[in-house]
T-cell receptor, first 113, second 112 residues
Framework: GAGVSQSPSNKVTEKGKDVELRCDPI?????LYWYRQSLGQGLEFLIY????????KSGLPSDRFSAERTGGSVSTLTIQRTQQEDSAVYLC???????????FGSGTRLTVV | RKEVEQDPGPFNVPEGATVAFNCTYS??????FFWYRQDCRKEPKLLMS???SGNEDGRFTAQLNRASQYISLLIRDSKLSDSATYLC?????????????FGTGTQLKVEL
């Protein structure tokens, strides 16, 4: 597609439920990042995929968070047993390997009630 | 010390003013540097990359000082539409690799 697409754009879930967030990167982009941004805060790195290499999961805050990228394209970020502190905007970005421009999707606003 | 530090502002300036933002980073091995712009409740968008030789794009000038580990952004003849949060971004800030590390941003408000 023309840009990075994320779905859903908004998600309200009850504490303790699992959620799946989807990112569809720009076609051909080999690098994919997940970040989250809490209200009034900076962007917090979560996970990075580059081609077929093992992902850099160093930013995942707990084992309730996991992500996968199937076929080198679409990625899903899964949060199990959601907590209120998980409420944030989850942003996905992609880029071509070796290129320095990262394009962000418009994010998924997650609210845990 | 934070990996990437910025003055949060806000910087309130009149239209037409020149304003400068600075950013410092902690890892001397950092590889690439950028300025992103983020409007309220929107995703960040790449404003410009920052090169050692300095680079200019219209009213915007970015500079990198590797010896002092700081990056600057200068906006000349500021417009109302420049009002946004400006994010300093460093690649390879923590142990190398292609991870982007974002500063918390500097808020700019351009007023009539």
């Amino acid at each position: 597609g023309a840009g990075v697409s994320q779905s859903p754009s908004n998600k309200v879930t009850e504490k303790g439920k699992d959620v799946e967030l989807r990112c569809d990167p720009i076609s051909g982009h080999t690098a994919l990042y997940w970040y989250r941004q809490s209200l009034g805060q900076g962007l917090e790195f979560l996970i990075y995929f580059q081609g077929n290499s093992a992902p850099d999961k160093s930013g995942l805050p707990s084992d309730r968070f996991s992500a996968e990228r199937t076929g080198g394209s679409v990625s899903t970020l899964t949060i199990q047993r959601t907590q209120q502190e998980d409420s944030a905007v989850y942003l996905c970005a992609s880029s071509l390997r070796g290129q320095l421009g990262y394009t962000f999707g418009s994010g998924t606003r997650l609210t845990v009630v | 010390r934070k990996e990437v530090e910025q003055d949060p502002g806000p910087f309130n300036v009149p239209e037409g003013a020149t304003v400068a933002f600075n950013c410092t980073y902690s890892n001397s091995a950092s590889q690439s540097f950028f300025w992103y712009r983020q409007d309220c409740r929107k995703e960040p968008k790449l404003l410009m990359s920052v090169y050692s030789s300095g680079n200019e794009d219209g009213r915007f000038t970015a500079q990198l000082n590797r010896a002092s580990q700081y990056i600057s952004l200068l906006i000349r003849d500021s417009k109302l539409s420049d009002s946004a949060t400006y994010l300093c971004v460093v690649m390879g800030a923590t142990g190398g690799g292609n991870k982007l590390t974002f500063g918390t941003g500097t808020q700019l408000k351009v007023e009539l």
